[in-house]
DNA sequence: CCAGACGTTGTT
DNA sequence: GTCTGG
DNA sequence: CCAGACGTTGTT
DNA sequence: GTCTGG
């Protein structure tokens, strides 16, 4: 789950999410481009912590939505890795070192999950996001591949954990929330393992999240545009046999 | 020591 | 790269 | 994540 | 059904 997201800002939510961050999205004179439909393999603006204690966070951008460990063996090899379970991330091989060393912020409006209806062919598309109106903050995992030819490819997985009880209705799990207060921590690289614990385990907060049902115009990629956030029920047959 | 694996969904 | 298994 | 495609042989 | 592409 959490595998297409909106990430496009206008003028007050860009300030909103540099506010927030501490970090720079816009840069000179390459103004941020955003996307109402993200989805693995595309690229998107991921924000890191700095290099050192106390640094602020600087500016990502061009990442791969879908990890590419750095010791793959070629870019395309292997899975897409779009997610990290927050509850095994520790333990697994791709994730374990990054979730200590490289773990990032993904701003944005909001991310869609599909809802599976019994009776229906279709999944139905939703799309969520922060009830308050802020922009939301997804914790991330970030790494740089290396290729033979020196080229870097910089990627990054969304992490995952049980939904609320809200976003339960629609699917099984959702992306970890990171609020204001939690930022400054899980950009400091020095932060002790057990206090990262408690925001990768922390129950989630009920009421953040709100959700409208939106087109499915969305569940294809070659869609981008503002409509893909629009309150829609097309399609809805209701209760056939009601 | 070297070789080999290293992941998430969802669905059944 | 780093860990596990043999 | 969803949508859409999904092939082989031999020969050039 | 399963894999690839975006």
Redesign the pocket.
């Given at each position: 789950?959490c595998?297409?997201f909106a990430q496009v800002f206008d003028d007050q939510g860009l300030d909103r999410v540099e506010t927030i961050l501490r970090a720079m999205i816009r840069v000179g004179s390459d103004p941020f481009r955003g996307s109402y439909n993200v989805?693995?393999?595309?690229a998107a603006v991921v924000v890191e912590g700095g290099e050192g204690p106390g640094e602020r966070p600087r500016r990502g951008s061009g990442a791969r939505f879908g990890l590419v460990?750095?010791?793959s063996k070629g870019s395309e090899d292997?899975?897409?890795?779009?997610?990290?379970?927050s509850e095994?991330?520790r333990?697994?091989?791709?994730?374990?070192?990054l979730v200590r060393s490289r773990r990032c912020v993904v701003p944005v409006l909001g991310f869609y999950e599909?809802q599976?209806v019994v009776g229906e062919k279709?999944?139905r598309p939703w799309f969520l996001s922060r009830a308050d109106g802020d922009p939301m903050m997804l914790g991330g995992v970030c790494d740089t591949w290396v290729g033979s030819d020196g080229s870097e490819l910089d990627s990054f997985a969304i992490i995952?954990k049980r939904p609320d009880s809200f976003v339960g209705t629609v699917?099984?799990?959702m992306p970890l929330i990171l609020e204001r207060e939690a930022i400054e921590l899980w950009f400091d690289r020095e932060a002790p393992d057990r206090e990262i614990d408690v925001l990768l385990n922390a129950d989630p907060v009920e009421g953040v999240v709100s959700g409208i049902r939106v087109g499915?115009r969305v569940?294809?990629?070659?869609h981008d545009d503002p409509g893909l956030i629009e309150e829609s029920v097309e399609g809805d047959q209701g209760m056939l046999f009601g």
């Open positions: 789950m595998g297409r989805a693995p393999t595309q460990p750095s010791w292997g899975p897409l890795m779009f997610n990290a379970r095994t991330i333990e697994k091989a791709s994730f374990r070192n599909w599976g279709r999944k995952t699917h099984d799990r499915s569940s294809s990629v070659v």
